[in-house]
């Protein structure tokens, strides 16, 4: 899950208490429209920028949420693990266990292995090692400028109204 805050000390959170209603509906509007723009950004991600689009099962379980509670406004952009567990392996690396893979619903699984058709019941599969392909990460970092000067000049265009 990666997140997008507006938080501070105590002074910061007072002063935004402060300012008018509308300010906050619009930083709200913002945060909304950036929340768009980051799920827009991780799912150009998923669709061969970082990772090869195979059933789009993991763009389809990211879920954008905008929470406004007493620690200011929280962008939450992130995906349901159940659906799509090996969505953190392939945002963060990691290894696998070794393992078996059985046929469930066929008779045979199919592969090939040298150049040749193989058939088996089941296989011993050795484990893996998958590198990194950050995909909510990179596309945070890309617009991280662009959202903090957004919200910067919202903050500014209400302060000056």
Do not use: C, W
């Amino acid at each position: 899950m990666i997140d997008m805050r507006i938080i501070g000390d105590a002074a910061v959170l007072t002063r935004l208490g402060s300012f008018p209603e509308r300010l906050q509906r619009r930083l709200s509007g913002v945060m909304t429209r950036l929340g768009v723009d980051l799920g827009d950004a991780v799912a150009e991600n998923l669709s061969g920028r970082v990772l090869q689009r195979r059933s789009g099962k993991l763009a389809q379980a990211q879920n954008v949420r905008l929470d406004e509670g007493a620690e200011g406004l929280m962008l939450s952009l992130g995906f349901d693990n159940a659906t799509v567990p090996y969505g953190a392996i392939q945002e963060f690396g990691g290894t696998t266990r070794a393992h078996l893979i059985a046929a469930k619903q066929a008779k045979a699984l199919a592969f090939s292995l040298g150049g040749q058709l193989v058939f088996a019941k089941r296989v011993n599969h050795p484990g893996s090692r998958i590198p990194a392909h950050s995909f909510l990460r990179s596309a945070l970092a890309e617009l991280a400028p662009e959202a903090l000067a957004t919200l910067r000049d919202a903050v500014a265009a209400e302060s000056a109204a």
